[in-house]
């Protein structure tokens, strides 16, 4: 990684580590998806998620609060509103996931707690916030760009899991539709300014790397899944149990 | 501070601070609004205080990147609108400032790049962000209570600086206006937080520390200013000099 790419060059590598690293290809999503697994592992998948779902608005907070650029700022912060929500006409990601979890008949006191969660669930998620907190700005950026890939996910998501599951109805998919209109924006969004700001040999190895870390965050939390209610199903201490 | 104290004997001590530590009570703040100072020392107030307004958005995203509280971040990101704006309507409070050093005669971009800035207000204004990024919740909603004693200064800085200065016309003090709106509701919002998550002895204490730290970093900024455009008048390398 000693020489510099063009735009285009490093656009390229950056789709290589979705293609090859993103989360779509882990086993878990493959069960998930082609109706696999049983309510109480889908149970187990939505109230992990949920930690991720709801770190999302302090990850573009961090971020933010380390951008000098005012109209940087002004052009992320509907992330923020588009997780959290805004007044009453706009419920927000979180709250839609909620409605998800509601659906499969989580108590949603318990998992807004997040006491059931994997505590590797909570490792990746904070892991994530601390990378945006303290690297550079263009890395924090980059460690959106898995938004790139997730289009195909939440399409093979909303088919799959409403084919395959009676106790997945339409109205609790609301999340995933969402995104589908939202994610396509905001990932271009931040191609555009990576790959604008990563002209130099060494950012552009650093903004790769940050997808890398982005991707395995991701990843992270499905090898937890899998080993915790699936094989070989080994639950750790505190962790939600399925009826 | 080892006895607790209801919220009402809280909000007693820390307007007590604001009545012994505000900046209003700086010898500077009485020069500016007296029509004391001629035209180059109030484009070296404008120009530095231009740091501090550009920093508070990135201290309200700091503030939420620490906040596990959805409602509270849906309570607080206007601040973030207010002073970053929002879509075409809204300029917001830096835009507003900026609008106060044009009309005052300076570069914009040369006041954007902070370069002929105090090292001192840097330091202040960067404690003030590194402050809400590491000190408790509480502590960072605490470091904003100086919001209780602003629109006395402003008041007064609109009627003094209009009535002493020849260079200030009524459309450059548009941001002082607006905030004489915007204030009141976010100091009496945080009071309350304040007032209602500040239940031992020792968090007690940690607030009012909070609001003494936050009434220095606004007093450092105007020492600062006296030293290096009044008396002594010793301005250090690379900062402004008056034309």
């Not at 979705?18 to 697994?37: C, M, S, V």
């Amino acid at each position: 990684m000693t020489k510099i790419m063009s735009p285009e060059e490093l656009e390229d590598e950056l789709r290589a580590i979705g293609a090859a690293r993103y989360h779509d290809k882990h086993p878990f999503h493959t069960l998930l998806h082609g109706g696999k697994l049983n309510k109480g592992q889908v149970q187990a998948w939505a109230l992990n998620r949920y930690c991720y779902q709801s770190a999302v608005p302090r990850k573009d907070a961090a971020l933010m609060s380390r951008c000098y650029d005012r109209q940087l700022r002004r052009d992320w912060i509907h992330r923020i509103h588009d997780h959290d929500g805004e007044g009453k006409e706009e419920e927000g990601g979180i709250e839609r996931w909620l409605v998800l979890t509601d659906g499969l008949g989580l108590d949603r006191d318990y998992v807004m707690s997040m006491k059931g969660a994997l505590p590797a669930t909570r490792f990746a998620v904070e892991a994530y916030v601390r990378f945006v907190q303290e690297k550079s700005l263009v890395e924090a950026v980059a460690s959106s760009l898995t938004e790139l890939f997730a289009p195909k996910i939440h399409k093979e998501r909303i088919s799959g899991m409403l084919e395959n599951y009676d106790f997945i109805s339409d109205d609790v998919m609301q999340y995933f539709r969402r995104r589908l209109a939202q994610a396509p924006d905001d990932a271009a969004f931040a191609l555009d300014y990576v790959k604008r700001n990563a002209r130099t040999p060494e950012t552009q190895a650093a903004v790769l790397d940050a997808l890398r870390f982005k991707c395995n965050v991701l990843w992270a939390q499905l090898d937890a899944l899998y080993h915790a209610y699936y094989d070989p199903g080994l639950t750790p201490p505190d962790a939600f149990v399925p009826a």
